[in-house]
């Protein structure tokens, strides 16, 4: 890529470092400094940046869902990872070039129920009405609590956007 300099020198345009470039919305979309030091960014329509690429030809681009959350990242290097999200934000997926994954579900409220990752390890959680944690087991034989896997009592659902506490009746 040229660098603006030279074509504001080729046709004679008066200039002074730094050169900074915004769009419409004030993202700075290009720099370069009197030492030769350059690079350009890219932006989506929310104001997130997309790709910015530098003077020594290195790069990364960012992919966003329709939230703003960041999804994907890659770079001249090799390297890249990948995010999921579910309706409430939280990540769902996580993987990346070295073969590394993890995966998360939560409850209604927002709480970890289980997680586990590459290498094989998983944990299961349980919360009470208030978040309290009550529960958890992992691969590795760790047990805390006493689960209630059996049974309903003081599971939260959500129906139609309102939420209701299970109680255990005789």
């Known amino acids: 890529m040229k660098k603006l300099s ?5 046709l004679g345009i008066a200039f002074t470092f730094p050169i ?3 769009d419409s919305k004030g993202n700075e979309t ?3 400094a009197s030492d030769g030091f350059w690079y350009k960014r890219e ?10 690429k530098d003077t020594d030809g290195s790069w990364h681009k960012h992919e ?5 959350n960041k999804t994907y990242y890659e770079d001249s290097k090799g390297v890249w990872w990948k995010r999921d999200y579910d309706a409430d934000d939280n990540v769902t997926y996580f993987g990346t070039d070295t073969g590394f994954w993890s995966k998360h579900e939560y409850d209604a409220n927002g709480n970890e129920t289980y997680y586990e990752k ?3 390890f998983w944990s299961k959680h349980e919360y009470d009405a208030k978040g309290n944690q009550t529960y958890y087991e992992n691969s590795e034989g760790i047990r805390q609590g006493t689960s ?6 003081g599971k939260v659902v959500e129906i139609d ?7 255990l009746t005789n």
């Open 6 to 10: 030279e074509t504001y020198k080729e």
């Open 20 to 22: 900074e470039i915004k």
């Open 30 to 32: 290009y720099f370069e």
């Open 43 to 52: 932006y989506d329509v929310n104001g997130s940046k997309t790709y910015r």
């Open 64 to 68: 966003y869902d329709s939230k703003g």
């Open 118 to 120: 590459s290498n094989g």
């Open 148 to 153: 209630r896997s059996k049974s309903c009592d």
């Open 161 to 167: 956007g309102l939420k209701y506490e299970l109680k």
